[in-house]
């Protein structure tokens, strides 16, 4: 029930002690403040960051070869380690918990012909599992199919940057392009998803099917640059690296022990590195957001209790005539709750304003940051916060209030 003359009596001590009143909301101000600041920049930029691994696949690893590096079994090291389409295969139906294994070929940079248009662009024969690995959209017709690779068909697929220096305005799908002289037909165009400064060079690519390329460039012995090894859903590809590299090792004869001539990195186990990054972060920024909040309520305490001995006369005359510890309980109380309430509020707001226009003045000016992107308030989070303040408001009245209470009316109204 809303009781007037005790929240005149609130204003009037507030408006008596204006400074101190607005120094003690100033410290929950800047602490809820802060929190709410960096929870949002620190969302910025962890989206940022986990933007860069894209929509692919992260259950992943990748794998290629180098030079030996130890003799074995009378062979030399030094020896040049060459991948095939046969060690896919016995990868695929030897090692338990493989999903797909998807080859690649690199042919480095081939001249591109459309008509009087020539430029060079990174050409590579792939499977049609690359697309979903890759996580590409496309902007016209469609990717490579396992039709491509059974009929070695010569198609190609091109990346946005190639259809645009390439073709201009003109539809791509179904015009033949020459690659090193060769004539091929454009099926699709792709692209990836989120296109920014730092992967424009993932779409000045030409990719034609792994099959076509040992057929129309003369590679011998079903030869790949490279491996990317998915595991089955629910499996995690760190648990069968290993048993991957070794079964190449096994295949190739290559010293156990050798550590450069199989080759590669774990995507997935790189994902989790920056997940569990993120989480010490995440636990950094509690820690500090809630110390500084921590020190605003010390604040209002202090400050409750320098009021109450202050009034202590006050106290001690409303006691003889006859005021119940509860009703001194709560007005302390409410006063302090309103302090943390209001400060704490306009803290909230403060803070997720101040998000919001990062935001938009980087929207506006196209500001782009490869480990930085869309900064933005978890409103769970910020209300969780506003109560958490509203519940530490009242605990950090509590004890002033329990002493208001314990007044004796005797010696109160004897102080001086």
């Known amino acids: 029930m809303f009781d007037k003359d005790k929240w005149q009596e609130i204003l009037s001590t507030i408006r008596k002690n204006k400074l101190r009143t607005f120094l003690t909301a100033l410290g929950v101000f800047w602490g809820i403040f802060m929190l709410v600041f960096i929870l949002g920049m620190g969302n910025g930029l962890e989206t940022g960051v986990f933007r860069n691994f894209g929509s692919g696949a992260k259950n992943i690893m990748f794998v290629w070869t180098y030079k030996t590096s130890m003799p074995y079994k009378g062979l030399s090291p030094g020896r040049f380690i060459r991948l095939n389409l046969d060690d896919m295969e016995s990868i695929e139906d030897n090692i338990p918990g493989v999903g797909n294994v998807s080859p690649r070929m690199y042919l480095g940079d081939r001249a591109i012909t459309y008509g009087e248009q020539n430029a060079s662009y990174e050409c590579r024969g792939e499977y049609p599992i690359s697309k979903e690995i890759e996580g590409l959209i496309l902007d016209e017709g469609r990717y490579l199919n396992i039709n491509d690779i059974t009929d070695k068909r010569k198609v190609a697929v091109i990346g946005r940057t190639v259809k645009k220096e390439i073709f201009g305005d003109e539809t791509a799908v179904g015009k033949h392009i020459r690659i090193s002289g060769i004539d091929f037909q454009v099926v699709g165009v792709f692209a990836t998803p989120d296109v920014k400064e730092w992967n424009l060079e993932q779409m000045e690519v030409v990719t034609v099917p792994l099959t076509t390329t040992y057929a129309a460039f003369g590679i011998q012995d079903r030869r790949v640059s490279q491996f990317v090894v998915a595991s089955q859903v629910g499996v995690e590809v760190s ?65 409750m209790m320098i009021t109450v001995k202050e009034r202590t006369k006050e106290i001690g005359i409303r006691k003889a005539m006859g005021a119940a510890p509860g009703s001194i309980i709560n007005m302390i109380l409410t006063e302090s709750v309103f302090i943390t309430s209001i400060a704490g509020y306009l803290g909230l707001i403060a803070g997720t304003f101040l998000i919001f226009i990062v935001n938009y003045l980087m929207v506006e000016f196209g500001v782009e940051n490869q480990n930085f992107y869309d900064p933005k308030v978890n409103l769970t989070i910020a209300v969780s916060a506003l109560l958490f303040l509203i519940i530490a408001g009242t605990l950090a009245g509590l004890i002033p209030a329990m002493q208001a209470a314990k007044v004796n009316p005797v010696i109160a109204l004897k102080d001086e």
């Open 239 to 303: 648990s069968i690296e290993e048993k991957v590299r070794a079964h190449l090792k096994e295949r190739h004869k290559i010293d156990p022990e050798d550590k450069q001539a199989i080759r590669g990195f774990n995507l997935e186990q790189e994902f989790k590195n920056v997940q569990n990054l993120f989480l010490g972060i995440k636990f950094l920024l509690w820690f500090v957001g809630i110390g500084t909040l921590f020190a605003g309520i010390i604040g209002v305490s202090n400050i």
